[in-house]
């Protein structure tokens, strides 16, 4: 597969944004993509699409897809992960009417080769290894979907299997958006960069709130045997905060699910009929200058200890892509830059 480079640099424009902040990321996208985004409001008035998102576990699926609300349309859009509908209906099994109200509509709605008894028990005895009916899916989106007034979807994490590609292809009629346009976002991420975002992760253990001592850390960093992050969150209370058990592992523990995400991104790409836009999350450090802005790259930050001060440096961060090419991961803007630079292609506006 060949995912394009995107260049998003522009020539003369001397601006520098912080896109953590989102007033300033607002700015980025006015700049960079204004006009685009006002054809694709305009569009989403009377019209919608559907998204299927295929990308590695991690890749950032769900972060894309939601700034891309952010930006354009957060009232027009919804991000459906197949993984919080299936979560959500095994909390409804647990209260007695919910359940009730699940298993009338599923008699209504529901048609596979197993009965809805045997589907609910293969969610509620199912394993991350085991995908359940690919039929009970479609209707459990369905459900999901019945509950909104209708909007243009993404669609994160169907399909998941290789034989789940051909319902895809059909998703828009299952649901009775007929008349929607569909196509597949592509994502390529360097298994490296996966690998970074979970070895460094770090998760506050009284909020819960999830950093990156790489990659984002927190305003206040620690040192007792090596460096630590120190939980901010204004309603939290200053917390040490810890890796998750086995995320020293990095991708290890997920290397069958990322060789299968990768097979099922290939297989997508070979399609005909649907378009696909395809996103990339790096570009090779001798074409950096050339296409993105330095504010656009990923910073990586180290820290180096004097007495009792604590120093933060901060520097793009390189990596080997899945090439062995030297490498610049992206902030998720330029990504979605380049993402809604596509779909106005894609939809003709």
């Known amino acids: 597969m060949n995912f ?61 897809s939601k700034m891309f609300s952010e930006v354009v349309a957060p009232d027009k859009l919804a991000h459906i992960s197949i993984g919080d509908v299936v979560r959500k209906v095994h909390e409804d099994i647990e209260d007695d009417n919910k359940k009730k109200e699940l298993i009338d509509w599923l008699k209504k709605n529901y048609r596979g080769y197993i009965s809805i008894e045997e589907a609910i028990n293969s969610l509620l005895n199912r394993s991350t290894k ?40 059909f998703f828009r009629n299952l649901i009775d958006y007929r008349e929607d ?37 927190t305003s206040k960093i620690g040192y007792e045997d090596g460096f630590y992050l120190i939980c901010d969150n204004p309603e939290c209370r200053g917390e040490k905060m810890e890796a ?54 990923t910073p990586e930050y180290v820290f180096e200890r004097k007495k009792d001060k604590i120093k933060v440096i901060e520097k793009p961060w390189q990596v080997l892509d899945d090439e062995g090419v030297p490498s610049y991961s992206l902030m998720p803007p330029p990504v979605v830059v380049s993402m809604i630079r596509q779909i106005v292609d894609v939809l003709n506006l």
């Open 4 to 64: 394009p480079l995107s260049k998003t640099k522009m020539e003369g424009v001397e601006n520098k944004f912080d896109l953590t902040n989102p007033e300033q990321r607002k700015k980025y996208f006015d700049l960079k993509v204004g006009k685009e985004i006002e054809k694709l409001r305009d569009y989403l008035e009377n019209n919608s699409f559907i998204i299927h998102l295929l990308g590695k576990k991690n890749s950032g699926k769900g972060t894309y």
């Open 130 to 169: 085991t995908l359940m009916p690919t039929e009970f899916i479609l209707a459990l989106v369905q459900r999901e979907i019945s509950k909104m007034p209708k909007k243009s979807l993404f669609i994160d994490g169907f399909p998941r299997d290789l034989d789940q590609i051909s319902y895809s292809l």
């Open 244 to 297: 998750k058990e086995g995320d020293e592992l990095g991708i290890g523990p997920i290397k069958e699910r990322l060789e299968k995400d990768d097979n099922l991104i290939k297989k997508a790409f070979s399609l005909h009929g649907i378009p696909k836009i395809l996103l990339r999350n790096s570009v090779p450090v001798e074409k950096a200058n050339e296409l993105l802005d330095d504010y656009e790259i």
């Open 181 to 217: 346009p569909d196509f597949f976002v592509l994502i390529d991420v360097p298994k490296n960069v996966i690998n970074e975002r979970i070895k460094w992760r770090r998760i506050c253990p009284i909020c819960h709130t999830s950093r990156n001592l790489k990659l984002l850390p």
